[in-house]
């Protein structure tokens, strides 16, 4: 059975680096596509990017929200079954849950637990 | 490019059917057959319960059904139950492997 598990460092410093990582148990990452997707406190999800690694070419290729494409960037590390994000200059506006998620048909079929990062000095 | 619009709330008395919108534009919902829906309880991460519009994943009840006319997508639960509350979002494809979320809607039983 496939699960995802978010990690990282719950709390972020304002205009610091936010960085997670997101862990594939019980199946390939390189098998399914990934996105990230975050949800601040009593609000809406909001899709941040996902990331689809290649086996044949052993690369990844990334798609990001237009609005976070200059500070987003979404990785893998496929000899851990992990892959990461990272968000530059945050702000207390980005204070949320944020998730990793499987795509599938165009939808997410698959999501981890959640981890909440706080954006606070 | 700009969030679809959800109503902010929904309620039903159990048995009975709600139906919930989800607007976009020709660049995502209304161009392609790729919006999926999500039930989030409190707490909770979201669940998939509609892709491509209306197929429903397996182990979702039938009382889920999806549709879209134009650019509008629609979500009906029929048969209200209680554990039915919660808060649902649509997600539409908007080409170029971005995707859109709705602002959520709650739905209250």
């Known amino acids: 059975q496939v699960q995802l598990q978010e990690s990282g460092r719950g709390l972020v410093k304002p205009s610091e680096t936010l960085s997670l990582t997101c862990t594939v148990s019980g199946g390939s990452i390189t098998n399914y596509d990934l996105s990230w997707i975050r949800q601040p406190p009593g609000k809406g999800l909001e899709w941040m990017g996902y990331?689809?690694?290649?086996?044949?070419?052993?690369?990844?290729?990334?798609n990001y929200n237009p609005s976070l494409k200059t500070r987003v960037t979404i990785s893998v590390d496929a000899s851990n079954n992990q892959f990461s994000l990272r968000v530059t200059s945050v702000t207390a506006a980005e204070t949320a849950v944020y998730y990793c998620a499987r795509n599938w048909n165009y939808g997410f079929d698959l999501w981890g637990q959640g981890i909440l990062v706080i954006v606070s000095s | 490019q700009s969030a679809l619009t959800q109503p902010p709330s929904a309620s039903g008395s159990r048995g009975q059917s709600v139906t919930i919108s989800c607007t976009g534009t020709s660049d995502d919902v209304g161009g392609y057959n790729f919006v999926s829906w999500y039930q989030q309880h409190p707490g909770k991460a979201p669940k998939l319960i509609i892709y491509?519009?209306?197929k429903r994943p397996s182990g979702v009840p039938d009382r889920f059904s999806g549709s879209k006319s134009g650019n509008t997508a629609s979500l009906t639960v029929s048969g209200l139950q209680a554990e039915d509350e919660a808060d649902y979002y649509c997600n539409s494809y908007a080409g170029g492997n971005i995707r859109v979320f709705g602002g959520g809607t709650k739905l209250t039983v």
């Open positions: 491509e519009v209306s």
């Open positions: 990331v689809h690694h290649s086996v044949i070419s052993n690369s990844a290729s990334t």
